[in-house]
């Protein structure tokens, strides 16, 4: 028997040539064998008998287009999350075009940090809405001013939405008790330097989370509230805001409003 050395080699085929770089390139047996008119059984063995590709060959190849696919997916998340870091999972992978397990494979840790949990999204709600849950809380409140402590105490009776909620969405308490029609709280005041309002403090949360390259998580604005001057420390924020994971997610949307509020620069602007 003639050994694997000793053997005389197959002559080249074309045909066989295209067939196997049609295969390495991931098309299907029966794709390739209906440009050719034969079976897919037809054209494994051409390939196989010319030598040209193996079963591991066509397995790399596989596994080669998966690495390439997920690490593209990992780049566009990433992108993608930077400038809209209030996304969900869901809203992430839609937006891709993808399936949510294809995604959260690909992910790293850093992207996935920035995503809101699709469990913690409060429902929506409108303007209206907001301003009659205010309304029930001053009048749970006579004759008091609708502090937004005064809220908080009574918000789990009118059902309405988080203090946080409400500044993200009038800008300030007072503009909303307005709206509402009913007193508001006045601002705390300024006598003492670390007097931060509940606008102030989430603008700080904001200013962090607008940085190009932020992780967004709490151990990073300590540190970087630590380095600026004027800043609220991380257990600040807690104390006044709540859970880290509720206000990133209000301070993201600030981020992607600021963004969108942003002029587009003139050589960026499509020609009529």
Same mark, same amino acid.
């Given at each position: 028997?003639?050994?694997?050395?000793?053997?005389?080699?197959?002559?080249?085929?074309?045909?066989?040539?295209?067939?196997?770089?049609?295969?390495?390139?991931?098309?299907?047996?029966?794709?390739?064998?209906?440009?050719?008119?034969?079976?897919?059984?037809?054209?494994?063995?051409?390939?196989?008998?010319?030598?040209?590709?193996?079963?591991?060959?066509?397995?790399?190849?596989?596994?080669?287009?998966?690495?390439?696919?997920?690490?593209?997916?990992?780049?566009?998340?990433?992108?993608?999350?930077?400038?809209?870091?209030?996304?969900?999972?869901?809203?992430?992978?839609?937006?891709?075009?993808?399936?949510?397990?294809?995604?959260?494979?690909?992910?790293?840790?850093?992207?996935?940090?920035?995503?809101?949990?699709?469990?913690?999204?409060?429902?929506?709600?409108?303007?209206?809405?907001?301003?009659?849950?205010?309304?029930?809380?001053?009048?749970?409140?006579?004759?008091?001013?609708?502090?937004?402590?005064?809220?908080?105490?009574?918000?789990?009776?009118? =059902?309405? /939405?988080?203090?946080?909620?409400?500044?993200? #969405?009038? %800008? @300030? &308490?007072?503009?909303?008790?307005?709206? *509402?029609? +009913?007193?508001?709280?006045?601002?705390?005041?300024?006598?003492?330097?670390?007097?931060?309002?509940?606008?102030?403090?989430?603008?700080?949360?904001?200013?962090?989370?607008?940085?190009?390259?932020?992780?967004?998580?709490?151990?990073?604005?300590?540190?970087?509230?630590?380095?600026?001057? =004027?800043? /609220?420390?991380?257990?600040?924020?807690?104390? #006044?805001? %709540? @859970? &880290?994971?509720?206000?990133?997610?209000? *301070?993201? +949307?600030?981020?992607?409003?600021?963004?969108?509020?942003?002029?587009?620069?003139?050589?960026?602007?499509?020609?009529?």
């Amino acid at each position: 028997m003639q050994s694997p050395a000793t053997r005389t080699a197959v002559a080249p085929d074309p045909r066989a040539e295209e067939m196997s770089s049609r295969r390495l390139a991931g098309e299907t047996l029966e794709s390739i064998g209906t440009d050719f008119g034969l079976t897919r059984e037809r054209v494994r063995q051409i390939i196989r008998d010319h030598g040209q590709v193996s079963i591991a060959d066509v397995q790399a190849a596989r596994q080669a287009r998966v690495d390439q696919r997920r690490d593209d997916l990992r780049r566009r998340a990433a992108k993608t999350v930077r400038h809209r870091p209030c996304l969900t999972m869901a809203q992430l992978a839609d937006l891709l075009g993808v399936s949510r397990g294809e995604l959260s494979a690909a992910m790293d840790r850093e992207t996935r940090a920035l995503l809101v949990q699709d469990k913690h999204v409060e429902p929506h709600w409108t303007d209206e809405q907001v301003l009659g849950c205010l309304r029930r809380a001053a009048a749970l409140h006579p004759g008091k001013p609708l502090t937004v402590k005064r809220y908080r105490q009574v918000r789990s009776i009118v =059902g309405g /939405p988080t203090s946080v909620r409400i500044l993200q #969405r009038f %800008g @300030t &308490w007072l503009q909303a008790c307005q709206e *509402a029609g +009913v007193e508001g709280g006045r601002r705390p005041a300024r006598s003492y330097g670390r007097a931060w309002s509940e606008e102030e403090v989430l603008g700080w949360v904001t200013d962090y989370l607008a940085l190009p390259g932020t992780r967004g998580t709490y151990a990073g604005y300590d540190q970087w509230a630590r380095r600026v001057q =004027g800043a /609220p420390s991380a257990q600040t924020v807690r104390n #006044r805001l %709540g @859970t &880290w994971a509720a206000v990133k997610r209000t *301070a993201a +949307v600030l981020v992607v409003a600021r963004e969108q509020a942003r002029p587009t620069p003139p050589s960026l602007t499509p020609a009529a």
